[in-house]
C-alpha cells in the first residue's frame, strides 16, 4: 500500500503484478464475505467448486472485447442472443410457445433493464407529453430512478400489509391516458412475494398499456422452484398482456457481475429501446442500450456459467435453495419475539419483531457480530421495520447453525435493550426538512454517528435507528450526505 500514499491509484513507478495482487487481497480483507452462505446480501453464491475459476477464465477471455459494434466482435453477438434465448425459453417464451416472437437484449444489471423497459415505453408513445408509470409501493426502486431520469411520473399503488400485494382494483384505478407502462414484480425483492401478475397484466392489456414483469430478482429461481413442485403462480410470457420481462443472471444464475437480460414480446415492442445517431462526423452509434462500450467479460462469464450449470445444475441449486429457505423460515419461527412477514415463496426469508423489547437493528448487529450477514429494511408505510435474507444454494450447507446463531443473538439483543437516541435527535429526524440539511449538519451527525471516517462501524443500530423515524425524503438526503463523505478522493 505504500507506494500508493503520495498519488491515489498511480504510483511514480509501476509495481509488479504480484505486489499489486497481494495490495488487492488485502483490500478485499475489509469486505463482506463473498462466499460461504453468511452474507444474505449483494451476492449470489451456488457454492459449486470451479465455477469461479470458469467465470474468471471466460472473463479474461473477452474482457477487452467491446460490445459497441456486433459486427467487428461476433462472439460477442453470439454470446448475447444465446444468453436471450435461454433466458426467453425459461420465461415461457421462444418457438412452440404462445410468444414465439421474443427478443432482447443484454443490459448491464437490473436498474439498466428497468430504465430501457421504462424508455421503451414511454418513447413508443411520443403523442404523450408527460408520461406515467404505475408501480406497486413494493417495486424496485430502480423504477423510480427510471421516473427520475427520463422525466416520467411514478404512480405507486399502495401493497396491503399482509399479503404485501398491490389490490388489483386499486392498479387499475391507477391507470390513466398517459399511462405507458403497468409493473409487477416476481417476486419483489423486500419480501419475496410474487404480485398477481395474470391480474395485473389483464387490466394493463384491457387498458392497452404494457406491462413489464420485474422478474431481476427471481426470474432464474421461480421456474426451477415450479418444475420442483413450488405452487409458483403463473408470471411469464405465458400470461397473456405481459410485454416484457427482465431477469438478471448476475443474481440466480450465479454469474458475476454486469449482466442482466431485458426481453419483450416481440420486435416491435423493443424498437423504441434503441438509440441511434448518425448526426456527427464519426461512426453512427446504434446502442441498444445504455452503454455504448461495453466489455463482453461480463458476457463471456455468464454464457459459461450457463453452459456448466445446465439445467440439471439450476434444479439441484434451487432444490438446495428451497430447503435453505425452509430452514432459515423454521428457525425464525422458532426465536422468541420474531414473525415472518410473509410465508416465503421463493428465494426471501423477511422477518419482523413483535416485541418492542427486541430492537431488530440491534438484533442485526448481534448477528453481524456472529459473522451473519443481513440486511435491515426500514419502515415504511403501514409496514413494520424488518430483516430481509437472499437466499442461495451456497446457504444450505450452513442453515443448521443460523437457527442457535440467531436465538443466541436474539438473547443478546434483547440483554443490550432498544438503541436509545439523545430525544433531541429523534426529534430533529422527525422534524427535520431535507432542504434545511447542509453539509455542516450532514458531516456533523455523521461524526456523532461514526460514519464518514474511516471504514463502517460494526454497529449500525444507532444510525438505522435515526433513520427509521425520518421520512423517506429525509432519509434519501441523509445516506445520499453520507454515502458522499466516503466517496473523496483517496489523495
Ligand atoms: C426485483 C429487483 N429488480 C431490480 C433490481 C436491481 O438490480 P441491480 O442491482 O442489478 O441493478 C433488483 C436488485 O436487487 C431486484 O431485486
Not at 503484478?17 to 460461504?36: C, S
Not at 410470457?237 to 440466480?252: C, M, Q, R, W
Not at 428451497?322 to 423454521?330: I, N
Not at 431535507?434 to 458531516?443: D, K
Request: glycine letters at 8%; aromatic letters at 6%.
Amino acid at each position: 500500500m505504500t507506494d500508493t500514499a503520495g498519488g491515489g491509484a498511480l504510483p511514480a513507478r509501476g509495481m509488479p503484478a504480484a505486489d499489486v495482487l497481494d495490495e488487492i487481497r488485502a483490500l478485499r480483507a475489509g469486505d463482506r464475505p463473498t462466499h460461504g452462505g453468511r452474507l444474505f446480501a449483494y451476492v449470489y453464491d451456488p457454492g459449486v467448486a470451479g465455477l469461479d475459476e470458469l467465470a474468471q477464465a471466460a472473463y479474461a477471455e473477452s474482457a477487452h472485447v467491446n460490445g459497441l459494434d456486433p459486427t467487428a466482435f461476433p462472439s460477442l453477438l453470439a454470446m448475447e442472443n444465446a444468453l436471450v434465448a435461454a433466458a426467453a425459453r425459461l420465461l415461457g417464451g421462444g418457438p412452440g410457445t404462445d410468444a414465439p416472437d421474443v427478443v432482447g437484449s443484454v443490459t448491464g444489471g437490473g436498474t439498466e433493464s428497468l430504465l430501457l423497459a421504462v424508455k421503451a415505453a414511454r418513447d413508443a408513445r411520443p403523442d404523450l407529453a408527460e408520461p406515467r408509470i404505475v408501480v406497486p409501493a413494493s417495486a424496485h426502486a430502480a423504477f423510480a430512478k427510471a421516473a427520475h431520469y427520463l422525466r416520467v411520473a411514478l404512480d405507486t399503488v399502495p401493497v396491503d400489509p399482509v399479503t404485501l400485494r398491490p389490490d388489483v382494483a386499486a392498479t387499475a384505478a391507477a391507470i390513466r391516458p398517459e399511462t405507458v407502462l403497468v409493473v409487477a414484480s416476481a417476486p419483489s425483492y423486500a419480501h419475496g412475494v410474487v404480485d398477481p401478475v395474470a391480474e395485473i397484466a389483464a387490466v394493463a392489456a384491457a387498458a392497452g398499456v404494457r406491462c413489464h414483469v420485474d422478474a431481476c430478482f427471481g426470474g432464474w429461481a421461480l421456474p426451477w422452484l415450479r418444475r420442483l413442485g413450488a405452487p409458483v403462480p403463473p408470471f411469464d410470457f405465458a400470461v397473456p398482456g405481459v410485454t416484457s420481462i427482465s431477469v438478471d443472471l448476475h443474481k440466480y444464475a450465479y454469474a458475476p457481475k454486469g449482466v442482466s437480460v431485458l426481453l419483450h414480446r416481440d420486435a416491435a415492442l423493443r424498437a423504441p429501446q434503441y438509440f441511434a445517431y448518425a448526426d456527427w462526423p464519426g461512426y453512427t452509434m446504434v446502442n441498444p442500450v445504455i452503454a455504448s462500450t461495453r466489455s463482453g467479460g461480463p458476457i463471456a462469464a455468464a454464457y459459461a456459467t450457463l453452459r456448466h450449470l445446465g439445467e440439471d445444475g439450476y434444479l439441484r441449486l434451487a432444490a438446495a435453495t428451497r430447503d435453505a429457505v425452509a430452514g432459515l423460515a423454521d428457525a425464525v419461527r422458532a426465536a422468541d419475539g420474531l414473525r415472518l412477514m410473509a410465508e416465503p415463496e421463493s428465494t426471501v426469508v423477511c422477518f419482523t419483531a413483535d416485541d418492542p423489547t427486541l430492537d431488530l437493528f440491534v438484533l442485526v448487529d448481534e448477528l453481524t457480530a456472529r459473522g451473519w450477514h443481513t440486511q435491515p429494511q426500514l419502515r415504511y408505510a403501514d409496514l413494520p421495520a424488518s430483516v430481509h435474507l437472499t437466499v442461495t444454494a451456497a446457504v444450505a450447507p450452513r442453515v443448521a447453525e443460523f437457527g442457535p446463531a440467531l436465538a443466541d443473538a436474539v438473547a443478546a439483543a434483547r440483554a443490550a435493550g432498544p438503541v436509545v437516541l439523545p430525544p433531541e435527535l429523534l426529534a430533529m429526524a422527525g422534524s427535520l426538512t431535507p432542504e434545511a440539511l447542509t453539509p455542516e449538519l450532514i458531516g456533523g451527525l455523521a461524526a456523532g454517528l461514526g460514519l464518514g471516517t474511516g471504514p463502517t462501524p460494526d454497529r449500525m443500530a444507532a444510525v438505522n435507528t435515526l433513520l427509521d423515524a425520518a421520512p423517506a425524503r429525509l432519509r434519501e438526503r441523509l445516506l445520499a450526505g453520507f454515502v458522499g463523505l466516503l466517496q473523496r478522493p483517496a489523495w
